[in-house]
């Protein structure tokens, strides 16, 4: 059973439309990251949320960090065909070095 | 870009024979992880290492070991290697004495195939 579980799986839009993806979890974290793949490439952070209700913005990409901190989603506006790849949020429990990695939502912008 | 490097970047075994990958960083970050990346899980940790010498199991060790004898190196040994092995492994490393925000950094990682 995954700790983290990621939804959708796979979406598949054409460039200008909106999206959320959204990360979700019955446990609490003290932080959680968002990471971008592209394919043959590792991981890329993009952001780290740590205050619940916390909302941070990065350009077109939003990401919100539910006031229980269980939970996160990441709001992409008017998606372009460079935001295709695996996004992939992880979460921290307690003071842990140790990441907990959700399975991913393969993102596909059509042009 | 940190710099990370894995190699080989690509390998093909048959089940039985023993694997190393290495992991070589750049960066004296203390922190050093191996994952494991198969569809429908997403990263999930093999070991990890918090200094020279000092290496600790993560969530799917079993059939794995790792070294560190060198700040800049973490080797990932499969001692038999298994077809449920087959899978693209990243390493990553962290400054640590972050807490809760410390970032990991992850490198290209690395193809095994096992026949």
């Known amino acids: 059973t995954q700790l983290l579980e990621q939804s959708p799986q796979f979406l598949s839009i054409q460039e200008g439309e909106n999206l959320t993806v959204y990360c979700n979890s019955s446990s609490v974290f003290s932080s959680l990251q968002w990471y971008r793949q592209e394919p043959g490439e590792g991981p890329v952070l993009l952001v780290t949320?740590?205050?619940?209700?916390e909302v941070k913005k990065l350009k077109r990409l939003t990401f919100q960090f539910g006031d229980a901190r269980k939970d996160s989603s990441l709001h992409i506006t008017a998606a372009q065909t460079g935001d295709t790849g695996l996004y992939l949020c992880?979460?921290?429990?307690?003071?842990?070095?140790?990441?907990?990695f959700g399975s991913g939502t393969r993102l596909l912008v059509r042009p | 870009d940190a710099g990370i490097t894995q190699s080989p970047r690509h390998k093909v075994t048959e089940t039985g024979t023993p694997v190393t990958l290495r992991c070589h960083q750049t960066?004296?970050?203390?922190?050093m992880y191996w994952y494991r990346q198969d569809p429908g899980h997403g990263l999930r940790l093999i070991h990890y290492s918090y200094g020279v010498k000092d290496t600790d199991k993560g969530e799917v060790s079993d059939g794995y070991s790792v070294s560190r004898s060198k700040t800049e190196d973490f080797l990932l040994t499969l001692e038999s290697a298994t077809s449920s092995q087959t899978s693209v492994y990243f390493c990553?490393?962290?400054?640590?004495?972050?807490?809760?925000?410390?970032?990991?950094?992850f490198g290209p990682g690395t193809r095994l195939t096992v026949l």
């Open positions: 949320v740590v205050t619940g209700g």
């Open positions: 960066e004296n970050h203390r922190y």
């Open positions: 990553a490393i962290s400054e640590g004495g972050l807490g809760t925000i410390d970032t990991q950094y």
């Open positions: 992880a979460g921290r429990r307690d003071s842990s070095y140790k990441l907990i």
